[in-house]
């Protein structure tokens, strides 16, 4: 390629990546920062237990799709002790250098070309910034600033894991507290069901960018750019500069996570290998949801495209999924004429779209095959054309209230959204549990003051609506089950021989939550438990033998069945 054909190229190129810069914004801070596409090169960390499984597994690594792949062919490195270790053996194994190469299509003959660029940001831009992008005219002096912009976004990730334990030796280490627990409280030990057979690892994750760039951008370009017209010395000496450079990377951040690679005993079972790309991957996808939340490049950011319903003009190809939440920023200026940009609600996604493919500059858009759709669950009205910026959740609520009626008590209720693993709304799992105390005057009991701590759990599913901005209704159901302890041992020991009195329920209800901030609710409802089949005596240990008593639980217990009235806080995280 001739110097002329060159910056023509660039120019088109760059002509695409300007789409990318259009983007802009974050707002976690009050300003806004440019959303550019990101691109992550993955390499493991040698050395452990299970080391020639792991490096086999990483063969198998899927980069997530709202990133540009720069996987290398060498996706193994030395052991080493710290970050810093890391970065230097990194840059002595001329990584950075290799993704240079991969960013501009390195040929055997040392070549470069543009058409990496020129895809990555093609790839990256809507039908309007195509249609932007080619109506600009962009002088000289802005080429090298928008190639930088998106190379300088190259990620390097680094997995190094620790030990790693069969599902075995998790048990073993499970039973061991166990043995411990029940020798403490003087009950027998009972050994934990072992129903799983896989892995389990920590991972720590070592996160890294390209550094310096617009001088290595400079220097690249300058200096190891070859051209057709380049004489043979000047071809070599290009070569040998690129090959000698030493080019940076600047460490941005770390995180452990632990990941389970299991699988029931029963029915048809994964290989050892598929179990261990299992492992890496599952680490890879926790560690990117971890840094998520603390890079800002990571996070993404587009325009609210509209209200009724609302869209944008995200989906597979920013690794959007279900009851992701995301929050909505208007751009408004203060009284210093500095613009600031104000969260003005939250929404969560609803539906996604597949935009995985280039933009065309098509301005005949069929709106649900190009835009993704959100429901709101926090915040004021919103309108087309605010921001809206990834805001990762863990999608649990935590419940803490008191309930009066059935079941009665204080109570604790964890909840946790499913909408991710299959594509419901505010459809969630949840687990409680609750403590109360009531004394009952009880020809069962003959006894005058026979007085009775309540304890129990209840697991169910539930389905929400948000019928306005901070509103939302939901259905649930489940099971329940509850125990009495007579608080005065003669009750205990005279009635009910050391045992505790066990009721089971079914249970349905409905609930109110009224949003007093984004992430904390007030929440009332109304549950009806119905008993299941006889109350029972059951011995305070685990391996005991229930005992069916004949009569029902509310026969024993008055007003411990039927209509529950609740009242609690909701935190969500």
Known sequence: MNRRLFYIALLAGTMQLGAVFAQSGSASDGQMREYNRNSLTILLVEGG?????????????????????????????????????????????KVPNQIFSKWFSRSDDGKFDMSVVYNRGLYNASDADVIRASAAKLGM????????????????LVLCFGKIKTMDQVYDEMDAARRKTAKALGKEFKPVDRVKNGYKGEVAGFLFRLSDV????????????IFDEDAPDVVAAKRQMFDTTSFKLARVTSSTTTYEASQYNTGEQKSKSELFSMLVNGSVHNLVKDFETKVEEWKVRTALYSVFPLRAKIGTKENL?????????????????????????????????????MAQGNTNENLKQTTSKFYQVAGHKL???????????????VTIGGAGGSLGGAYINIEG??????????FKFFLGGHLGFNSYNHAKWSHDDASFMFY??????????????????SGQAGMA??????????????????????????????????????????????NYYAEMGNASLTKDTEDSKSKDMGVKYSELFDGRAGTNINLGVRIQF
């Not at 597994?57 to 002790?81: H, I, Y």
């Not at 002096?141 to 390097?156: N, R, T």
């Open 214 to 225: 617009p001088q290595a951008m400079d220097n690249f370009y300058s200096n190891m750019w």
């Open 321 to 357: 999924t279900v009851e992701d939440r995301y929050f909505v920023y208007e751009l408004r200026m203060n009284k210093n004429n500095q613009v600031y940009a104000d969260r003005r609600g939250v929404v969560r996604a609803k539906k996604v779209v597949n935009n995985s493919q």
């Open 141 to 156: 002096s802005k080429l090298k600033d928008a190639g930088e912009k998106l190379i300088k976004q190259s990620y390097v």
């Open 49 to 93: 237990n299970y080391s020639s499984e792991l490096k086999a597994a990483m063969n198998t690594v899927v980069v997530p799709e709202k990133f540009d792949n720069n996987m290398l062919d060498q996706r193994v490195m030395p052991g080493s002790s710290s970050s810093d270790a890391v970065r230097k053996q990194l840059e002595a194994m």
């Open 417 to 426: 959204l499913l909408g991710q693993y299959i594509g419901i709304t505010q």
């Open 456 to 473: 129990g759990g209840e697991l169910g599913f539930s389905k929400g609506f948000f019928i306005m901005r901070n509103v939302s209704i």
């Open 383 to 397: 309108e087309p054309g605010m921001y809206l910026e990834q805001s990762n959740d863990a999608g649990i609520g």
């Open 481 to 526: 089950l509850e125990w009495g302890d007579a608080l005065k041992s003669e009750v205990k020991k005279k009635y009910l021989n050391d045992c505790l009195v066990q009721g089971f329920f079914g249970f349905v209800g409905a609930q109110l939550a009224v949003n007093i901030k984004y992430d904390v609710q007030l929440v009332g409802g109304l």
